[in-house]
């Protein structure tokens, strides 16, 4: 019983009133309230099918709250991470397109700081490897979407050509609008380091624009304010790649988790196939700006 290991945790000061969080897709955590004030308590093993390491989590977890991103990690052991509960609100997809200019330079401070409090072995995030890694789980595992995934693997190999050489950040990789988290005196937050690493800045900003389907203008926008100048027609043509990548990532993410997984609540049939209509719908987008993708 999960109520049972959060009161086993040798972290707490008192007595301990426990509530469950959610909204959670692959993990599941709880609001703990003790003598000390609000923690999150969230749960987690290793998930190799997703590259997921529990210890690269809290590591980025912790290195986050060094450089100002994230709440501080109070606890950690194994399969369970207690984090300082933020008073903020959730922002969804509205939020998140509505101030891309906001999005682009926090994710460049992100960037820029991040290498400077991480530690350890370097884990490495390249949706491209991710992608195809995924088609072989399904295909191995007789997926149901297995005949979705020669198209699939198709994309990612002309999305990954279409891509610009670029420094090399820690990126966080998982920009869902949940992630991020706004408090009273407007400050940002980010949470779920699961997939951070290090790679380039692009799937960090075709992710962010991607889950929020942020449109033509917000997107440039974001471009703008993260490289300090218009993006020229090579970097955009890189940028709506890589956000098709995206989205076809979170969908397989999505088909893998279906197998793999049972989070309470989650429709992993669903969250697949609503990223493969906006899969779709990038593509769309894609070719009318770009070209015909050969496939």
């Known amino acids: 019983m999960a109520l049972d290991r959060i009161r086993a945790l040798p972290c707490w000061r008192g007595e301990i009133v426990a509530e469950p969080l959610v909204g959670g897709l692959s993990n599941e955590s709880w609001k703990v309230v003790d003598a000390a004030g609000s923690h999150v308590v969230r749960f987690g093993e290793d998930f190799p099918f997703h590259h997921v390491s529990r210890a690269n989590e809290v590591m980025a977890t912790r290195a986050a709250y060094r450089a100002g991103f994230a709440p501080e990690v109070e606890f950690a052991g194994p399969g369970v991470m207690v984090s300082a509960f933020v008073d903020a609100r959730t922002w969804g997809e509205a939020e998140v397109a509505a101030d891309p200019e906001r999005v682009g330079r926090y994710l460049r401070a992100f960037h ?61 990789h998982d920009l869902l609008p949940a992630n991020f988290l706004e408090d009273a005196d407007g400050r940002l937050w980010l949470i779920d380091y699961e997939y951070a690493g290090f790679g380039t800045a692009m799937f960090d900003l075709a992710g962010v ?11 440039e926008a974001l471009l703008g304010a993260y490289f300090g100048a218009v993006p020229e027609a090579a970097m955009v043509r890189a940028f709506d790649a890589m956000q098709c990548a995206s989205l076809a990532r979170e969908a397989m993410w ?33 070719q009318g700006r770009h070209g015909k993708v050969p496939l």
Do not use: C
């Not at 195809?132 to 999305?159: C, I, N």
């Not at 991607?210 to 917000?218: D, I, L, T």
């Not at 999505?254 to 209509?277: C, K, N, T």
């Open 112 to 172: 820029a700081k991040m290498p400077l409090e991480v530690s350890g072995p370097a884990a490495m995030f390249w949706v491209f490897h991710v992608i195809r890694d995924y088609a072989r789980v399904l295909a191995e595992r007789k997926s149901r979407f297995a005949l979705d995934l020669p198209r699939l693997t198709g994309v990612a190999a002309a999305m990954e050509a279409a891509q610009l050489p670029l420094p090399i950040v820690y990126g966080h």
């Open 209 to 219: 624009a991607s889950n929020a389907g942020m449109g033509a203008e917000a997107a």
């Open 254 to 286: 999505a088909m893998v988790s279906e197998i793999f997984l049972a989070a309470p609540g989650a429709d992993y049939d669903a969250h697949a196939r609503d990223y493969l209509g906006r899969l779709d719908a990038a593509l769309d987008r894609y």
